[in-house]
């Protein structure tokens, strides 16, 4: 049995009467950019998760860049983070000159521990960015408590948790300014590369409308420095057709994590400590359902000789990155997120993957940890 990591067909499929009609629209009004449906996919979000404003743009690494720039984050500014997440969440923070501040995460729950972050906190510190890592949401209340004690922005990274929930309110709806991604993958994926940014602060709004297309104000007349962040309207229209499905699809992925948990349970795995699966401490909408795997390397070869797809979300923590030594954080010592480095394996949660397709990948993790 081969399966793959993702499979983007079956998403397209469900959607793509509604994509064709909407393209089709596209090519009679020759609306590319800044038209009808990028409006009407900011007015779905906005409402669905209750904010005042939301803002399509570019990309996710966009949505972030430009709160930022909005903010007024520049150089020398610290900005406190993961240092277990994606590359943008804290490649955007250096680019304008702002430093990273790496933090360690809870082990349970892989994002940042709020008590981390306090012992984090300098005079220079302008903002925290929480990430809600794999879909589930950072402990929000704690992190804006902490925020509003030092006069500091919180800017929530909703890249990987569109829809998913924190309480009663929807994570993207909490911090000042929000974050999304409709990268492919992502739970709510394009049809190429796009993103949104959200807030419930009308003259932050104003700011990013500006800083979208290159800080105009009005016609050729420039009182910012901005960019080109606009989104395209096949994206939007692409986007507005997929999120009628969203709902759904994040429902299916949590009775896949459910369906990996009972088999895991069966086989074993998690009384022995050999595999442990993603905890719930709030609603998670498994963009990646995530293990942490004994021997994890090995587990991965297995299951790629088996022509199972899996992946390891992340390899490095970001404070080993490369790029980034020239910051304090690089000698730190991160050890929750080091550990989470080397045991972390991600396995396909797909919407439409099916229940006998869990229960093979599990029978062969089980299978694997028997022979080695
Ligand atoms: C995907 C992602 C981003 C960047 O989004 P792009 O649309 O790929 O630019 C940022 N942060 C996190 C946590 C992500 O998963």
Redesign the pocket.
């Known amino acids: 049995m081969k399966i793959p990591l993702i499979d983007l067909n079956i998403t397209f499929k469900e959607a793509e009467e509604d994509i064709r009609r909407n393209f089709d629209q596209i090519f009679s009004t020759h609306r590319y950019v800044l038209g009808p449906f990028q409006k009407e996919l900011e007015d779905v979000i906005s409402k669905k998760i209750g904010v005042k404003h939301a803002v399509s743009v570019s990309?996710?690494?966009?949505a972030?860049l430009i709160l930022l720039m909005a903010l007024g984050i520049g150089r020398d500014d610290e900005v406190i983070t993961s240092d277990f997440?994606?590359f943008?969440?804290a490649g955007t923070v250096a680019r304008l000159g702002a430093l990273p501040v790496f933090c360690d995460i809870d082990k349970d729950t892989l994002n940042i521990s709020p008590e981390a972050v306090k012992n984090l906190i300098t005079s220079r510190t302008k903002a925290i960015i929480p990430?809600h890592?794999f879909g589930q949401s950072a402990d929000m209340d704690a992190i804006m408590k902490i925020a509003e004690e030092n006069g500091l922005y919180v800017i929530e990274?909703a890249?990987?948790s569109i829809y998913s929930r924190y309480g009663e309110r929807y994570t993207g709806s909490i911090g000042h300014g929000s974050?999304f991604?409709?990268?492919p993958s992502?739970n709510l994926g394009g049809l190429g590369?796009?993103?949104m940014v959200t807030t419930s602060d009308t003259e932050l709004y104003e700011r990013i409308i500006y800083l979208r297309n290159h800080g105009q104000t009005s016609g050729y007349f420039h009182t910012m420095i901005g960019g080109n962040f606009r989104m395209d309207e096949f994206q939007a229209a692409g986007l507005l057709a997929k999120e009628k499905h969203l709902e759904k699809n994040n429902t299916l992925r949590k009775k896949n994590a459910m369906h990996y948990r009972g088999f895991f349970e069966a086989e074993g795995l998690l009384e022995k400590g050999l595999v442990k699966v993603p905890f719930e401490r709030f609603d998670h909408i498994y963009h990646q359902y995530v293990i942490q795997a004994e021997d994890r390397d090995n587990l991965k070869e297995y299951l790629s000789e088996n022509d199972i797809g899996c992946a390891v979300y992340y390899p490095l923590p970001l404070h080993k990155q490369p790029c980034f030594n020239y910051l304090s954080s690089a000698s730190r010592k991160y050890p929750v997120t080091e550990e989470a480095c080397s045991r972390a394996l991600g396995l396909p949660v797909y919407p439409g993957l099916e229940e006998k397709a869990i229960e093979h990948i599990a029978g062969k993790i089980s299978e694997f940890y028997k022979r080695h």
């Open positions: 990309s996710g690494t966009d972030l997440t994606f943008a969440t990430v890592i990274d890249c990987q974050a991604s409709f990268f992502k590369d796009a993103g």
